[in-house]
């Protein structure tokens, strides 16, 4: 065969292959819970996991949370990131997860 025809035949089946990135309907998409979209909390309690906060951006997360005086953080050997904080006048337990969920502790 010669070199003209087998590209023209390489490009043809190319362009009609079977697309294999097919968009979904939002609705039809499962829903990521390693990712925590703004405003949406995953879980009551803290969920264990491999944690890329810095402390900076832990400190920023919990108070956007509504905390201030953000005091002792230090992450947990679950990657949890723990410290205090105040939420109006009551002092309380903090954390913050993987999945961005800022719980007081129970």
């Known amino acids: ?10 490009a043809t089946s190319l362009l009609a292959g079977p697309s294999f990135a097919q968009n979904q309907p939002a609705t039809d998409r499962p829903n990521n819970n390693a990712v925590n979209s ?12 491999a944690n890329s906060f810095t402390e900076g951006q832990a400190k920023s997360k ?19 990131w723990r410290g205090k904080a105040n939420k109006g006048a009551a002092s309380t337990d903090v954390s913050l997860d993987f999945q961005g969920n800022v719980n007081a502790a129970k």
Do not use: C, H, R, W
């Not at 065969?1 to 390489?10: Q, Y």
């Not at 201030?68 to 949890?80: E, F, I, Q, W």
């Open 1 to 10: 065969m010669n070199k003209k025809f087998l590209l023209l035949l390489t």
């Open 38 to 49: 703004s405003g949406q909390k995953n879980s009551n309690q803290p969920v264990a996991g």
């Open 62 to 80: 919990i108070e956007e949370a509504g905390y201030t005086n953000v005091t002792s953080l230090k992450k947990d050997g679950n990657g949890v």
